[in-house]
Every structure is written in structure tokens, then in C-alpha cells.
């Protein structure tokens, strides 16, 4: 397999993630020497620990406080590592503009990465806590969070 180097704009700063999957930095728990705090779900060959089908999330990660700060990098990495440590995966789809209205009638315009992650249904509600987690670490009043339809991790074919 043939590895790249891709990069994403974030706050200003570059993270470069190599490989598939586009993580953004090492496993924050094996960074704190704390590898037993990392416990992945599901493996590329298997749906779930439990064989069950997976649920495809998505949440929308801002890439700017409210006040118009730059989330930095570690920020975000810190995130990403806490997905996979959670897990075991995750996917930066991309950066994505949007607006909505503010409690006061303002519109407010941001730019977010947006993660997918795929979860046993049983984890959902924890995914759905760990969101809010990251909301208050953002400083943000709500959290773009969706679930989607099942998702199936199929083997490559020949």
C-alpha cells in the first residue's frame, strides 16, 4: 500500500496526516504514556467488537472560537486523538462552511472540519457526550452532531 501525505488548513496552521484514514497526530493516551487508555472498537475487518453493525456520526468541529479566535492545532489534534482513542477511527471529510441564527436573531458564519465516526449503536449516547465535551472545550453553545445509517465496513475484493 502506498502511503501520501495530505494536508488540512486549520486556525491558520497545517496539519499533515498521512495514510487513509487522515488522522491528525499521534494517540494522545501513547503520547501520555497511557496506552491502556486507548480501546478501539472495531478493527478494519470487522464490523464491531460485538460483530454489530456500526452507525455512522457526524460532527462538525469549529475551526474558530466564537470570538473569532483560531482553535490551534493541538486543539484539534487533541480531539481527533480522543475519537480514536474512544473508537478506533476516525475520518476528517473535509472543512465546511455554514450559518444559523444565534439566540438574538444574528447570523453567525463559520468554518468546521467535518469528522465522520463509525460507532456500535450501543455507543451513540457516549459519541453524543463526547461531543458535548468538546463543545464546552470550544467554547460553544451547541455542537453539530448526526447520526446517520448503518455503516458497513466492506473488504476489498478481487
Known sequence: MRMRQVGIRAG???LLAAGL?????GCAAERAGRPEAARPVASHGDA???????????????????DGEAVSAGTLAGI?????????????AGRVS???RMPDGARAEDESLEIWVAVPRGRVDELRREVARF??????????FEVAGVVELVGAER
Open 98 to 100: 455554514g450559518a444559523y
Open 21 to 25: 484514514g487522515l488522522a491528525l497526530a
Open 48 to 66: 464491531g467488537a460485538d460483530g454489530g453493525a456500526l452507525q455512522k456520526c457526524v460532527l462538525l468541529v469549529p475551526l474558530a472560537y466564537n
Open 135 to 144: 463543545g464546552l472545550e470550544l467554547r460553544q453553545e451547541r455542537m453539530y
Open 12 to 14: 491558520g496552521s497545517l
Open 80 to 92: 481527533t486523538d480522543r475519537l480514536f482513542e474512544l473508537y478506533g477511527g476516525y475520518t476528517v
